[in-house]
């Protein structure tokens, strides 16, 4: 596959990544490497990682929990702490090695130490690679409220190698394959079409529809870097869908959702609403809904916890002079962002999706 360069930033994939990578570290003088990783991808990605590494620069290993649930600042502190500990300096590289978590929260610790060193993601998990860690977006969570601290500054590189993905458990997978709808909702609709039969995609097709998927984002960003217009539209499903990722995460009694689970339900609530407010196709609702009900598992949400929902929608980070701003769909591939929706119309598209 083609690399994907912007001015900013590049998106390597496969072999000619690794190439990539080491003729960038031996060319930067870096002083020392670090990498980051979680639990799992510190057992399951590390020892593959570094077997490619071709450096005599010192190199330091930095391990946090894994799981959503650390991406915090506590967490944060922790891995500066680290850092400072271990000697790193301005000339130091930070190399992301994990999933959405790591590489977000990765991304801010380096963009914040000492003001700012170097830094690469490595994404292991398919929506890592075809969201979290392209764009530039970084950050963490406060408390159960998704992404409200963080900076937009891309690192140098990503590194996209998908014989990570062999070691995804299906659920993870399918949190990926969310945001891969995503854009094809948002800017193709044929793409949408050859993602939602999975049984006819072999491994090199997914290898496709992962560049196509980073292309689609890296076009939007490029256009958009500070999400003042088209960037918007990368936020769809995202309104709801953050807020019931949230919600479930901070319920004692409720099973945490992957993000892609969460964004799933917030689509099909997006496309209904984009229906009765928007003229949005009732004949595309109904297929757009069928195709991700039949990727992902029904939720269970309780007129109990309505109130609660649409009451986190308050945070969102689209929201402006105290109005909660949608993305919503005119048809498939045509967004329009800044959409107010009243309280009633958000019930009835939860009521839509649990009758679905």
């Not at 496969?14 to 799992?40: H, P």
């Not at 949005?280 to 757009?288: A, E, P, R, T, V």
């Not at 195709?291 to 269970?300: D, E, L, R, S, T």
Request: aromatic letters at 8%; one cysteine or more.
């Amino acid at each position: 596959m083609n690399s994907i360069i912007t001015k900013t930033y590049s998106v390597h994939f496969n072999s000619t990544a690794y190439q990539e990578l080491n003729n960038y570290i031996d060319s930067k003088g870096f002083s020392k490497l670090f990498i980051l990783v979680d639990s799992n991808t510190h057992k399951h990605c590390l020892p593959a990682f570094m077997a490619h590494l071709e450096t005599s620069i010192a190199i330091e290993i930095i391990e946090i929990e894994a799981g959503e649930q650390y991406k915090t600042i506590d967490t944060c502190v922790g891995v500066w702490n680290a850092l400072s500990e271990l000697g790193a300096d301005r000339k130091s590289l930070l190399l992301n090695l994990g999933g959405g978590v790591v590489t977000d929260l990765g991304g801010f610790v380096a963009c914040t130490f000492k003001r700012g060193i170097k830094y690469i993601n490595v994404p292991t998990s398919l929506l890592a690679m075809v969201d979290a860690s392209v764009g530039g977006k970084t950050g963490v969570d406060l408390g159960a409220l998704k992404n409200q601290v963080g900076v937009i500054s891309s690192g140098d590189m990503v590194i996209i190698d998908t014989s990570y993905l062999n070691s995804l458990p299906q659920n993870q997978m399918k949190s990926g394959l969310a945001e891969m709808l995503k854009h094809g909702l948002i800017k193709d609709k044929s793409y949408f079409d050859k993602l939602t039969d999975l049984s006819k995609l072999t491994l090199n097709d997914l290898d496709d529809l992962i560049h196509e998927s980073v292309l689609i984002k890296k076009n939007i960003v490029t256009n958009d870097p500070l999400e003042q217009g088209e960037r918007k539209h990368l936020n769809f499903g995202h309104t709801l869908g953050h807020a019931i990722e949230s919600y479930f995460l901070s319920h004692p009694e409720k099973e945490e959702l992957l993000h892609g689970e969460a964004i799933a339900i917030g689509m099909i609530l997006e496309c209904y609403i984009s229906s009765e407010l928007l003229n949005f196709s009732k004949q595309d609702l109904n297929y757009i809904t069928q195709a991700i009900n039949n990727i992902y598992a029904p939720v269970n949400i309780e007129p109990s916890d309505y109130n609660a929902i649409i009451d986190l929608l308050k945070y969102d980070k689209k929201n402006e002079h105290g109005n909660i701003n949608f993305v919503l769909l005119t048809e498939i591939g045509q967004p329009k962002i800044d959409c107010l929706v009243d309280n009633a119309i958000i019930l009835n598209s939860i009521e839509y999706y649990k009758s679905s």
